[in-house]
C-alpha cells in the first residue's frame, strides 16, 4: 500500500470517472500520472484537464513526491 496517491476530482472530471476520489500507485511525476489516468479512464480523453500536486497546478513535467495531494481540475471558466 506504500507509494500510493490519494487524488481527489472536481466537476465534470469527476463525473466522468464516477467518483471524487481515486487511490493509484506514484509514478513519480505529473506527465506520467496524465498517461495513467487517461488509460485507466479513457472517458477522460474528451475532457481538458488540469492536474495539481500539492495545491499547485502543474504546466509542465512535475515530481510527485511519496504522500502528495493530487487533484484533478475541469476546465476554468473566467469571469
Known amino acids: ?3 500510493q496517491i490519494k487524488i481527489k476530482a472536481f466537476g465534470m472530471v469527476a463525473e466522468k ?13 505529473s506527465e506520467s500520472l496524465t498517461k495513467q489516468i487517461l488509460e485507466e ?11 495539481a500536486v500539492n495545491k499547485k ?7 510527485i513526491p511519496v504522500g502528495a495531494e493530487v487533484a484533478i481540475l475541469p476546465p476554468f471558466s473566467g469571469g
Open 1 to 3: 500500500m506504500e507509494n
Open 17 to 29: 470517472l464516477g467518483s471524487q476520489e481515486l487511490t493509484l500507485s506514484n509514478p513519480g511525476n
Open 41 to 51: 479512464f479513457p472517458g477522460l480523453r474528451s475532457v481538458k484537464f488540469s492536474l
Open 57 to 63: 497546478l502543474c504546466s509542465e513535467r512535475a515530481e
